[in-house]
Every structure is written in structure tokens, then in C-alpha cells.
């Protein structure tokens, strides 16, 4: 079976075509400033030269459209006809309480997820763009969609509620949802498999740390908290977000400086965490230099980073009564060498004991970190939320198929 995995964003869509039969990939691509006349189409094909277009791009249906031809073009193809695409996968951010797994596509699934825009504003609606242009193009492929909250619905009310008016949870559903499941959920397993141990007997912290960053705790294979909340914006320090603060700080910022609610979401989402402290960038490896040039901005906000990544690392040890694994994935989480030492070199407490010559080389390959007489197993594991889509999309055509 050939699947077309699909990640829309308001003004963008990836993708990544996959053969399941040995889940290789036979291309993947991204369409960038959809909306635009300059739009650029970049073109990955296993095996062969990578080709940029530029073409006028105004909605998501155009961009499927190129993408499919482009995915079966005779010089940058890699198959015959859009008929041997058998199922699409769409990764959607929110699944809210109504998704508690991933989902073929019918008018319900579409419903609800219009219903959750609340909970999600920035991607579902670009998820549902996705999804009817990838209607409008293959009317009779299944198509599946896979959430990123979806594998925390695990968690149990004590990590999911908030200590707020029960009345907020019952009306509109206020609670944690957590985010980056997907990835949470491949990184724990891969350990395991890496470990070649049972995860039902395994304690896991992943830390999912890119520009937008979460950790979680995976207890037995299940989320049992997760830092991320109703939304991205609570838990970790990160890019361009605050992470935790005090919420009595947006009402006095707001009076202060006469924001509208719009004006502070701004504030926190895009204009705090490393950029605000740095002065600089949001980016590790731009602080990461900074810090070696003696900057003092960049190493605060290095400093800072660090240090609330393992203070969730230690709080979550203390949730499950312990911690036998814990990995590093994601942009930041896989290549700064600096940011794992530091953090590592601060949990000896735990009984973590790095080995820093493993810890400083580069591989897209899962490898361990630790010494051998650590009592905590550390490992390195590069994500592949795709290819969790791409899983999930099969089982459930598959399974459909058959009934």
C-alpha cells in the first residue's frame, strides 16, 4: 500500500510518500508560501535530483494538485498514476476528548473537528484545508487523520485538570491536552526496541525539544503527564513561547501596557522564551554561539532553557516513583550536544552518568549517551512522526478494507 502523508500549515503543506510494504519512502516535499504568486514547490525524490518550482499557489487545492503531479511526473515521478495512492494521512493538532485515537475521515470526524478551531486556531483549520483539498483531488481515496493529543488522552484527571472551576472543564472542556504525541509516542516505543525490553515494564521521559518543546512521562507504555496544557504555550521554556508563568501576569501586563487579548496571545506565543531573553534569535544553535563568544543575553537564555527542561525532568521522575530511560528527540533535543551535557551533568542524583565521547557524536541513528554504569539508560532518538501517520493510516484503511 502506498499512503501520502500530509501536514498542512495555513500558508505551507509537507509531505512524505511511503511505500508500507517496507515503509521506505519514495518522496517528500514541501509547498511553501501558499496564497502567494511566488509559491515554491521543493521536490524530494528517493533516488533522484531534487527540483524547485515556482509557480502561483492560492489555496490548498492547488498545491495537492501540483504536489500529485509532480509525484507522478515522468522525469521527477516516482509513480505511474495518483491510482496507486491507496490512503492519505493528515496530521491534526487538536483532537480535543472526542479523538482518543487516530481516525478515518466521514462527515463526523470533519465536524468535530471544526468544532475544536477553538482549542486550535492556528492548525486545525489549515488541517481541514488539507483534508478537503485532498477530497477534492482523490474523491475516493480513505483518508485518515492522526492527532498530536491523541496519545495523552491516557493521562488520568489528576495530570489533565487544572485547579480551576469544575464548571470551566464541564462547559468548554478547559483541561490539559498535550501536544507532539505522535512523536512521544514513537520515541518511547523505539526505545524499548532499542532496549529490547517490554515498555509495559518501562519508566520513559521524552523530551521532544525543538522550537517548540514538551516533555512527557510514559508509564507502561501510556502518557501519564505531559508539559504542554490546553494549549502549546504552558510547560517549557521555548523558542519563541514563555512556557509556565504566572497567570496573574497577563492582566497586569495588559493594564500596563493597554494590550488587547489578541496583542498579549502575540506576546507569549511569538515574541517570548529564547528570542525575548537573547535579544537575538530563537534558535539553540545561534544562542549555543552566542554563549561561546561570552554573549551574556544568549547565556542566560541558555541557562534558563536548561534549567527548566530538568526541572521537568526531575518532576517527572518524582510522578512515576522513578525513571529508567529517558531520550532526547526532535531538533534541538538531537544535535545540541551542549544542551544534553548540561542537562545530564545536573541529574546525577538520579543515578544519570553520561558518557560525553558518546554524547558527542552525530548520528540519525538511536544510540545511547550514557555510561554503562548509569542507572538511568539515556538515549538519543531522531523522531519520525510520519511514519506513525503513515502506520496509523494503513491499520485503519486496512482494517476498513476488510470489514
Do not use: W
Not at 360 to 388: M, Q
Amino acid at each position: 500500500m502506498k499512503i501520502l502523508v500530509i501536514n498542512a500549515g495555513s500558508s505551507s503543506l509537507k509531505y512524505q510518500l511511503y511505500n508500507m510494504n517496507d515503509e521506505s519512502v519514495l518522496a517528500k516535499g514541501l509547498v511553501e508560501r501558499i496564497g502567494m504568486d511566488s509559491s515554491i514547490l521543493t521536490h524530494k525524490p528517493a533516488g533522484k535530483q531534487e527540483v524547485t518550482e515556482v509557480s502561483e499557489i492560492l489555496e490548498h487545492i492547488t498545491a495537492i494538485r501540483k504536489v500529485l503531479s509532480m509525484l507522478t511526473h515522468e522525469e521527477h515521478g516516482v509513480i505511474a498514476s495518483i491510482e496507486e495512492i491507496q490512503a492519505v494521512g493528515h496530521r491534526v493538532v487538536h483532537g480535543g476528548e472526542a479523538f482518543k485515537a487516530s481516525a478515518l475521515v466521514d462527515d463526523a470526524a470533519k465536524a468535530e473537528i471544526r468544532r475544536l478551531f477553538d482549542l486550535a486556531p492556528l492548525h486545525n483549520p489549515a488541517s481541514m484545508m488539507g483534508i478537503k483539498a485532498a477530497e477534492t483531488n482523490m474523491p475516493n481515496v480513505p483518508q485518515v487523520v492522526v492527532f498530536d493529543t491523541a496519545f495523552h488522552q491516557t493521562m488520568p484527571e489528576k495530570s489533565y485538570l487544572y485547579a480551576i472551576p469544575r464548571v470551566l472543564y464541564n462547559k468548554y472542556k478547559v483541561r490539559r491536552y498535550g501536544a507532539h504525541g505522535t512523536s512521544h509516542e514513537y520515541v518511547s516505543q523505539a526505545a524499548a526496541t532499542f532496549l529490547d525490553k517490554p515498555i509495559e515494564e518501562l519508566k520513559i521521559i521524552t523530551c521532544h525539544i525543538g522550537n517548540g518543546a514538551s516533555v512527557t512521562a510514559v508509564q507502561g507504555g501510556q502518557s501519564v503527564d505531559t508539559s504542554m496544557g490546553m494549549t502549546p504555550l504552558e510547560g517549557l521554556m521555548m523558542g519563541t513561547r514563555s512556557g509556565d508563568l504566572d497567570p496573574a501576569i497577563v492582566p497586569y501586563v495588559m493594564n500596563k501596557e493597554e494590550l488587547s487579548v489578541s496583542e498579549v496571545n502575540s506576546m507569549l506565543n511569538k515574541h517570548s522564551g529564547l528570542l525575548a531573553i537573547s535579544g537575538v534569535s530563537s534558535d539553540m544553535r545561534e544562542i549555543t554561539e552566542g554563549m561561546d563568544k561570552g554573549e551574556a543575553n544568549a547565556t542566560l537564555a541558555f541557562e534558563m532553557y536548561e534549567y527548566r527542561l530538568r526541572k521537568y525532568i526531575g518532576s517527572y521522575a518524582a510522578a512515576m516513583n522513578g525513571v529508567d530511560v529517558l531520550v532526547f528527540t526532535a531538533g534541538v533535543g538531537e544535535n545540541s550536544v551542549v544542551l544534553r551535557q548540561k542537562v545530564l551533568e545536573q541529574l546525577s542524583f538520579l543515578g544519570v552518568k553520561l558518557d560525553a565521547e558518546l554524547n558527542a557524536i552525530r548520528s540519525g541513528e538511536p544510540r545511547r549517551i550514557s555510561a554503562p554504569d548509569s542507572r538511568v539508560e539515556v538515549l538519543v532518538i531522531p523522531t519520525n512522526e510520519e511514519l506513525v501517520i503513515a502506520r496509523d493510516t494503513h491499520n485503519i484503511v486496512t482494517a476498513a478494507n476488510q470489514q
